[in-house]
């Protein structure tokens, strides 16, 4: 098992496992995922295209990562 170091975001092997009976872990709350879900474009996170990348396309990138993130999630 692994968890998250509150003030550091570190992950980090817990050596002692916390108890579970089969009512614990019917709870979703008590379950997630380690890594990342991938996207249908294979990727973790959406990318902007080149012609959108700099500071003077702030706004138009926001508004299709933003366009992806909903179509994609």
């Known amino acids: ?4 170091d ?3 975001q570190e ?3 817990v050596e ?3 108890p579970m009976d089969t ?4 709870s979703l709350e008590n379950w997630s995922h380690f890594w990342p879900s991938i ?5 973790c996170s959406h990318e902007a ?4 990348q700099g500071d003077e396309n702030t706004e138009a990138r926001e508004e299709y990562l933003g366009k992806l ?3 994609d999630k």
């Open 49 to 52: 295209p080149a012609h959108l």
């Open 1 to 4: 098992m692994f968890e998250v």
């Open 11 to 13: 992950v980090k092997f």
């Open 39 to 43: 996207n249908k474009a294979g990727r």
């Open 16 to 18: 002692e496992q916390p």
């Open 23 to 26: 009512e614990a872990l019917r």
């Open 69 to 71: 993130n909903e179509e």
């Open 6 to 8: 509150e003030e550091t």
